[in-house]
């Protein structure tokens, strides 16, 4: 069985950076991609990063330029990388792996950014 683990949000201040961690347990076989959605209070969930198996990354203009998604494949992690953050990037960080049959979720981790 598979689960998603994420870690490192907190409380920051603008300006600041953060790194989310998203630790697979269980074993995906033919993995297409891996993917950051975040879904700020009172909002729908959005897609901030996403990384096909291939190497390919987008994010949209939002983060572009301030947030990288990589990968350890040794670790079996997937990391968020995010720089000068704003109030606006205050939400829910979930990751979001897919193979080639299905969508595997955590549960997210909190990033709270303060003016």
């Not at 409380?11 to 790194?19: D, N, P, T, W």
């Not at 076989?29 to 987008?58: C, D, H, K």
């Amino acid at each position: 069985q598979v689960q998603l683990v994420e870690s490192g949000g907190g409380f920051v201040q603008a300006g600041e950076s953060l790194r989310l961690s998203c630790v697979v347990f269980g074993s995906i076989s033919n993995f297409e991609a891996m993917n950051w959605y975040r879904q700020p209070p009172g909002q729908q969930r959005e897609l901030v990063a996403s990384r096909t198996g291939t190497g390919i990354t987008w994010y949209p203009d939002s983060v572009k330029g301030r947030f990288t998604i990589s990968r350890d494949e040794a670790k079996n992690t997937v990391f968020l990388q995010m720089s000068s953050l704003k109030p606006e990037d205050t939400a829910v960080y979930v990751c979001n792996i897919q193979d080639d049959t299905r969508d595997y979720w955590g549960r997210g981790t909190q990033v709270t950014v303060s003016s």
